[in-house]
């Protein structure tokens, strides 16, 4: 049974679109979270969510908009595509949102904007 | 804030080799969590270890060993005797504090390449 799921896996687009990335984890955790990882490999914090509550908003552009309709899902969609937007997007869960808790991850979803 | 650093991008080697990652922290919280994560070319992250700030107990667990050292902020992680299939990007990554929303700053990655 995969522990983190998302949908798609790839996503090519063209500048302006809107999309969205959605993930589904079955372990029963209370906190979501997006990841960007960019062409240089780095990784880095986007959103959080414990019970669907908006914990972490790392200086996103608006553009970017999290929505968690339970606290097995947290979707990410994104308006007015850039090409700067092009990464891989990690979803990503832990048991709650204290520091001691490890991170399970999703598989990843590679957007491509053209 | 936070920081986490990797100098080292990339790590060649021969099988069998042994390879040390390098990893150094920043970080004003005394409570800490400190861990490491592979990421094998099909892409997914996936955990190997976590430390917290009060125990500086080094592990091992079978070929991987880990090297936790407050007094110079590092978290060096070694591989002995590597396998191909340890071809990978290896992150450091640190999480603080206790308050709910946890997050993790990753280093930059180290890629290991191990060649038969």
């Known amino acids: 049974d995969t522990a983190v799921s998302q949908t798609p896996k790839y996503l090519v687009t063209q500048m302006g679109n809107d999309k969205s990335i959605k993930c589904e984890q079955n372990l029963g955790h209370d906190t979501m979270y997006w990841y960007k990882q960019d062409s240089k490999k780095f990784l880095k914090i986007m959103f959080s969510y414990n019970n669907k509550e908006l914990i972490i908003n790392e200086t996103v552009p608006n553009r970017f908009s999290p929505k968690s309709p339970d606290k097995a899902h947290l979707n990410l969609h994104i308006n007015s595509l850039e090409l700067g937007d092009s990464a891989v997007y990690f979803c990503?869960?832990?048991?709650?949102?204290?520091?001691?808790?490890?991170?399970?991850f999703g598989p990843g979803t590679r957007l491509t904007v053209l | 804030a936070q920081k986490v650093t990797q100098a080292q991008t990339e790590i060649s080697v021969v099988e069998k080799e042994d390879v040390t990652l390098d990893c150094v922290y920043e970080t004003r919280d005394t409570t800490y969590y400190l861990f490491w994560y592979k990421q094998p070319p099909s892409g997914e992250l996936v955990f190997l270890i976590r430390?917290?700030?009060?125990?500086?107990q080094n592990e091992i667990s079978g070929r991987y060993s880990w090297n936790f050292q407050k007094s110079t902020s590092s978290f060096n992680f070694t591989i002995t005797a590597s396998q191909v299939v340890d071809s990978a990007v290896y992150f450091c990554a640190l999480s603080v504090g206790e308050a709910a929303g946890n997050k993790l700053t990753f280093g930059g990655g180290t890629r290991v390449l191990v060649k038969p």
């Open positions: 430390r917290n700030s009060f125990d500086e």
């Open positions: 990503a869960s832990s048991q709650d949102g204290s520091s001691y808790n490890e991170q399970f």
